[in-house]
């Protein structure tokens, strides 16, 4: 099949970000080969924010990137949301699950106001969504359950989900599950080849999670096809108390393993 000028484009984006990003990654390497992980100060001797320069985004969302929701805590970064807005006038299906909701739904909100998305999210921790959502809610699903790397009362892994729901891809996937992330995501690039998801929004809550144990977690998301393209540090601890370092990042990454919204095909990741 002929690509289109349009596809090219994106292909030539997706190619050089790709370059980027391994430079950069081979960079990291060089810089922790005289490091040991159970020594490294995450924040430096000085306070800076070492561990976040570290992990820097360098891969570039080949579209538009915006931020949908609120400002401040509960907004996120999405790439392409120009291509889930279009969905809103071809009506063409699109899947967003969003994982910890609380009483902050303006994600979701905006996502069922400008496109035709079907919005599946979960929390274990409330009986409603917040009431951003009041009046706006007729494609959006909310079960009081939370992500697990296995099936119990309260949690259900993400493929037992995706199989209740007859769904085989999920095109935004957001997940704000306070430190429960790190076992979650394990648990999902375990139990999937291909990672079932376009996009992915995340807020890491490094005080839960050693250092020792998060640098291969990040490289294991890397070599799953996660590229982050955009972060923004959560300031929230730091301002409630001067001691507390800046441990709460949000995270977006593209899944470059697969072709779908995002990533045409024609295009092969590094790793």
Not at 194 to 203: K, N, R, T, V
Not at 223 to 235: P, Q, T, V
Request: charged share 25%; with cysteine; glycine share 8%.
């Amino acid at each position: 099949m002929r690509r289109s000028n349009s596809d090219n484009f994106i292909l030539g984006r997706l190619l050089l970000s790709e370059k980027n990003w391994y430079e950069a990654v081979l960079l990291r390497h060089k810089y922790m080969e005289k490091k040991s992980l159970e020594k490294f100060k995450p924040w430096g001797d000085t306070g800076f924010t070492v561990i976040w320069n570290l992990i820097a985004p360098t891969f570039d969302c080949p579209h538009m990137r915006k931020r949908i929701g609120s400002i401040g805590d509960g907004g996120k970064w999405v790439c392409g949301f120009e291509l889930l807005e279009e969905t809103k006038k071809t009506k063409a299906p699109c899947v967003v699950y969003s994982f910890g909701v609380n009483t902050e739904s303006s994600f979701e909100a905006e996502i069922l106001q400008k496109t035709n998305c079907d919005v599946f999210a979960y929390d274990m921790t409330v009986s409603k969504m917040g009431q951003q959502v009041s009046g706006i809610g007729s494609k959006l699903t909310f079960k009081k359950v939370g992500l697990g790397v296995n099936n119990t009362d309260t949690l259900k892994t993400l493929a037992t989900l995706m199989e209740e729901n007859g769904h085989t891809w999920i095109d935004v996937l957001k997940i704000d599950i306070e430190g429960s992330e790190f076992s979650a995501l394990e648990g999902v690039s375990n139990a999937f080849n291909i990672l079932p998801f376009g996009q992915l929004q995340l807020e890491i809550h490094l005080q839960k999670f050693p250092f020792p144990r998060f640098y291969p977690w990040w490289e294991q998301l890397e070599s799953k096809g996660l590229r982050a393209f955009s972060s923004e540090i959560n300031l929230n601890p730091c301002v409630h108390s001067k001691r507390d370092p800046p441990e709460l990042m949000e995270y977006s990454f593209i899944n470059v393993r697969t072709n779908h919204m995002l990533v045409p095909p024609g295009f092969q990741p590094t790793v």
